[in-house]
């Protein structure tokens, strides 16, 4: 079993910085790629940003230059910078990770989500 825990949401003013974090625990053996997804109302969900093991990322072309998405491997947790925000990043983020454990290859686990707010 593998849980993935988010933190870090809230309400903050345009132009203002939050940081998500995500810690997945569990019977891990290995996490492949983390990433962030978020879902704005009445929309479908889509990715933010994603990371590797390896450390290569990929962002949506809407929060480049803005998000910075980051993993400490160690701790099995992914994180996400997001500066400059603006009332469209209001949404539900959500955490997901392709894990590995001792029972199960490589599947995708997602987090509750935690909510971002924006407000203009």
């Known amino acids: 079993q593998v849980q993935l825990v988010e933190s870090g949401g809230g309400l903050v003013q345009a132009g203002g910085s939050l940081r998500l974090s995500c810690a997945a625990s569990?019977?891990?053996?290995?996490?492949?790629?983390m990433g962030w997804y978020r879902q704005a109302p009445g929309k479908q969900r889509e990715l933010v940003a994603a990371?590797?093991?390896?450390?290569?990322?990929d962002y949506a072309d809407s929060v480049k230059g803005r998000f910075t998405i980051s993993r400490d491997n160690a701790k099995n947790t992914v994180y996400l910078q997001m500066n400059s925000l603006k009332p469209e990043d209001t949404a539900v983020y959500f955490c997901?990770?392709?894990?590995?454990?001792?029972?199960?290859?490589?599947?995708?686990?997602w987090g509750q989500g935690t909510q971002v707010t924006v407000s203009s």
């Open positions: 990371t590797t093991s390896g450390g290569s990322t």
């Open positions: 997901n990770a392709e894990v590995r454990t001792f029972i199960r290859s490589f599947s995708g686990y």
């Open positions: 569990g019977s891990i053996l290995s996490i492949r790629e």
